[in-house]
């Protein structure tokens, strides 16, 4: 049901599958680790114990009531096929396949019964995945970006000779951009890819900074802080939108949370460093 993308798999088996990204910058799923191959396989969406059902019955071909090996297989080479061919594929859907009954079946008889399908699906769920780091650190260093230049705001207003109105303004702006600028970042990180919304705001981010810095009007600081909000809700939609992908109903909350808490810890970190360089090497 969902629209082709690359490679022929649908858009909606490469979220499932735990990619980040769209078009050029998209993940190879031989690539990814087991929880999203596994999931991506099995098309699994809400991890209710319905669903898991349905996907455990669905996999169950000869009705035992056991998962046997060549059954997973089965399933993961159905799946992926529109993505992997020939050797490659059959190398994944074993490797996969594998990895599964390695770890579901907790009594080594070579067959998983539901409750092991459910405990192994529900473990792997629930674990945190290390590839919300990196966009963790892009957005502490986005953070830093936007709140460098706050202890200098209030010099070079006084240097432009600003009322406390015109202040009002240049801070605004960046409010203002972001809440104008958060529905295109969206829409943006849909068709470019996640990585691309990333790159773009960061971007823009710096750029705003170099332009505060060279700003000689009123006009002038509003446009860098409204460059500033802009690149942050592009940073923001495309890390949120990264991690939301490769995360699961289980783990969701628990892998936003450091994004989310690395963007304001740089907010915080940002006046520091500002304020100490301004001290050091003057506005």
């Known amino acids: 049901g969902g629209s082709a993308t690359e490679g022929g798999a649908p858009q909606e ?25 596994l999931f991506s396989a099995l098309r699994l969406r809400s991890f ?23 059954e997973i297989i089965e399933v993961v080479r159905e799946a992926h096929s529109g993505r992997l061919t020939g050797e490659r594929l059959e190398r994944h859907a074993e490797r996969t396949s594998s990895e599964t009954m ?20 529900v473990k792997l769920a629930a674990q945190t995945d290390r590839r ?22 209030p010099m070079l207003v006084q240097d432009l000779d ?14 203002l951009s ?25 971007i823009v981010v710096g750029c705003s900074s170099v332009v505060i810095g060279f700003a000689s009007s009123l006009e002038h600081l509003i ?15 495309g890390a949120t939108l990264a991690v939301a992908d490769i995360s699961t109903p ?21 006046p520091a460093l500002g304020g100490g360089l301004i001290g050091a090497v003057g506005l």
Not at 102 to 121: M, N, V
Not at 162 to 174: C, D, H, M, R, T
Not at 250 to 270: I, Q
């Open 13 to 37: 088996v490469r979220r499932q599958a735990g990619d980040c990204s769209t078009n050029n910058d998209a993940d190879d799923i031989d690539t990814l680790p087991l929880p999203q191959r």
């Open 48 to 70: 209710s114990d319905e669903e898991l059902r349905e996907r455990f019955g669905e996999a169950n071909r000869n009705a035992s009531g056991q998962l046997e090996l060549q």
């Open 102 to 121: 390695g770890r579901f079946d907790t009594d080594k008889d070579a067959r998983l019964s539901y409750d092991e399908f459910r405990s192994g699906i």
């Open 132 to 153: 919300m780091w990196p966009y963790a650190a892009s957005m502490l260093a986005s953070g830093m970006s936007v709140g460098i230049v706050t202890p200098a705001m």
């Open 162 to 175: 600003l009322s406390q109105a015109e202040y009002g303004y240049v801070v605004s702006a960046f409010g």
């Open 178 to 202: 972001k809440l104008l600028a958060n529905f295109p970042a969206g829409v943006a990180a849909d068709v470019r890819g996640r990585r691309a919304a990333m790159v773009f705001g960061l």
């Open 223 to 237: 446009a860098a802080r409204f460059l500033t909000g802009t690149g942050a809700s592009f940073m923001m939609a």
């Open 250 to 270: 289980l783990n969701r909350a628990r892998m936003l949370a450091p994004v989310m808490t690395a963007f304001s810890a740089g907010t915080v970190l940002g």
